[in-house]
């Protein structure tokens, strides 16, 4: 009668329970892995702010060379050297670029594991509501068997006096 009493979706609770947390773990690991991204692309946008900024101070360089009527080898070696600096920034570009899409990537993973966590926990939720109900029931019932008992209980027990009178 024990086993009849103990509630039937126990080890599907238990694995589900086990579920969630293992989603939350994930979503934990996502995060970190986004927040790892995030600060690569930040270090990634600086790089190429200061090579932005060095080709802002060498076109100046160049604007002030041309405006002191230089020689025109010193100008022509400023270009060739602003031809690279621009290089160097595409490049830098293009890193950003990339690691935007990395970051979008990882975004798109916590978003993922966040719907799965969120899943499992109604889940769990549902089978807790499951259980409650469950119980309220197994009340119920054991309540009805104990009044079924008393009442056999209260019979016999009349029954018994009843014949003791009538010897």
Same mark, same amino acid.
């Given at each position: ?10 080890q599907?609770?238990?694995i +589900?329970?086990?579920?969630? &947390?293992?989603? %939350? =773990?994930?979503l934990?690991?996502?995060? !970190?892995?986004?927040? @790892? #991204?995030?600060?690569?692309l930040k ?16 076109l ?5 060379e ?7 080898e010193?100008?022509?070696?400023? +270009?060739?050297?602003?031809? &690279?600096?621009? %290089? =160097?920034?595409?490049?830098k570009?293009? !890193?950003?670029?990339? @690691? #935007? ?10 978003e ?32 009805h ?21 009538n010897?």
């Amino acid at each position: 009668m024990n086993d009849k009493l103990k509630y039937p979706l126990e080890q599907v609770a238990l694995i +589900k329970a086990k579920r969630l &947390e293992e989603a %939350e =773990k994930i979503l934990k690991e996502k995060k !970190k892995q986004l927040e @790892q #991204e995030e600060k690569k692309l930040k270090d990634l946008e600086k790089e190429k702010e200061k090579v932005r900024l060095h080709k802002e101070d060498k076109l100046q360089q160049l604007r002030d060379e041309l405006d002191s009527e230089s020689t025109t080898e010193k100008i022509q070696q400023m +270009k060739r050297y602003l031809k &690279e600096v621009q %290089e =160097k920034l595409k490049q830098k570009q293009v !890193k950003v670029d990339a @690691q #935007e899409k990395v970051v979008k990537s990882a975004e798109d993973a916590v978003e993922v594991a966040r719907r799965d966590m969120l899943q499992k926990q109604q889940d769990v939720e549902k089978l807790s509501i499951h259980r409650q109900e469950w119980e309220k029931e197994k009340k119920a019932y054991l309540q009805h068997l104990e009044n079924l008992e008393t009442d056999e209980l209260g019979t016999t027990s009349f029954m018994r006096h009843r014949h003791e009178k009538n010897r």
